[in-house]
Nanobody, 125 residues
Framework: QVLLVESGGGLVQAGGSLRLSCVAS????????MGWFRQAPGKEREFVEA????????YTADSVKGRFTISRDNAEKTVYLHMNSLKPDDTAVYYC??????????????????WGQGTQVTVSS
């Protein structure tokens, strides 16, 4: 059973930075593509970033391009979301997701097999 646990969320002022972490267990982590998604109240789950198993390929949503970066440490079984220049519109619960395929990445939530419980990010104006 693959388990994903996010951390690093919190309250930050606009313009600030946060780094989210997602630690995986129960899997050969380097064989999993990973994604970050977010969901604000009353809105659908939105793609943020994705990264292939080896970390070679990444995919970034236009809404966060130039501000957010995804990275991973396969030895630590951790994927990170580095968030800079945060805006109030970035306020949401952030989820990491995993797909048992080393190279394919997707922006579609249904592509992913496993999800974490989410971590709240609140950006104040």
């Amino acid at each position: 059973q693959v388990l994903l646990v996010e951390s690093g969320g919190g309250l930050v002022q606009a313009g600030g930075s946060l780094r989210l972490s997602c630690v995986a267990s129960g899997c050969t982590f380097s064989s999993y593509a990973m994604g970050w998604f977010r969901q604000a109240p009353g809105k659908e789950r939105e793609f943020v970033e994705a990264i292939s198993g080896g970390g070679i390929s990444t995919y970034t949503a236009d809404s966060v391009k130039g501000r957010f970066t995804i990275s991973r440490d396969n030895a630590e079984k951790t994927v990170y979301l580095h968030m800079n220049s945060l805006k109030p519109d970035d306020t949401a619960v952030y989820y990491c997701a995993a797909k048992s395929v080393p190279s394919g990445i997707s922006r579609v939530p249904s592509y992913y097999d496993y999800w974490g419980q989410g971590t709240q990010v609140t950006v104040s104006s």
